[in-house]
């Protein structure tokens, strides 16, 4: 019996990721999004929320909640303490996204996941292994532009909040399909179809 594919989707900070994102699921396919497993794995009552209070605080939870905002203030300023939260968080989320793999049925499955190289080899030791991983690409300088327009950041904010992750010019090396998008929207979609139609070509060889 196949195995399902597992492509990665992966990009930078408002490079337009989750616009792919969307579009392929309107499309009709699964995408197990990491980015509301990390949310579901430090909702109040989690063992993943203790952790961060013990970490980083009891100030940083209020009413139950996490306070996020007060926590992207310490961690995109400090690196230690940015990778002391990954420490405590990206274990508990490797292990809910490859319980959502292992419950997949469908033959293509994408994983949304925006520190995808970043921790990929920590993924491999949770048993996630990705056919491929899609990159949404965008230069720096429209990243910057596109992040303070939409978050409502001074520029030093934006650019200290994609320093924080890996350059674009990194994960080109590592993408195996890079989604070019400068363009439009419409644009953008058309090398989604192109890229989804391949897949399905070969899913269909291997039967």
């Not at 900070?13 to 794995?41: H, M, N, P």
């Not at 508990?92 to 990929?120: M, N, Q, W």
């Not at 327009?149 to 010019?169: C, F, P, V, Y």
């Not at 890079?178 to 644009?187: A, H, K, Y």
């Amino acid at each position: 019996m196949k195995r399902n594919r597992i492509i990665g989707i992966t990009g930078g900070i408002a490079t337009g990721k989750s616009t792919a994102v969307a579009y392929v699921r309107e499309k009709g396919y699964t995408v197990i999004d990491s980015d509301l497993l990390a949310r579901e794995v430090v909702a109040p009552g989690t063992d993943g929320l203790d952790a961060i209070q013990a970490f980083f605080g009891a100030d940083i939870v209020v009413d139950g909640q996490l306070n996020r905002q007060r926590l992207g203030e310490i961690v995109f300023q400090d690196e230690a303490k940015r990778h002391a939260l990954n420490d405590i968080v990206h274990p508990l989320v490797y292990e809910a996204v490859k319980e959502r793999i292992d419950h997949c049925v469908e033959a293509i499955v994408f994983v949304d996941s925006p520190l995808l190289f970043e921790g990929i080899e920590k993924a491999k030791n949770h048993g996630i292994r990705y056919d491929e991983v899609w990159l949404i690409d965008l230069n720096e300088e429209e990243q910057l532009t596109r992040l303070i327009a939409r978050n409502g950041l001074t520029g030093t904010e934006a650019k200290s909040r994609i320093d924080a992750q890996w350059s674009m010019e990194k994960k080109r090396e590592l993408a195996d399909v890079i989604l070019d998008n400068r363009g439009s929207r419409e644009q953008l979609y058309r090398q989604v179809d192109d890229e989804i139609k391949r897949i399905e070509e070969a899913v269909r060889d291997d039967k």
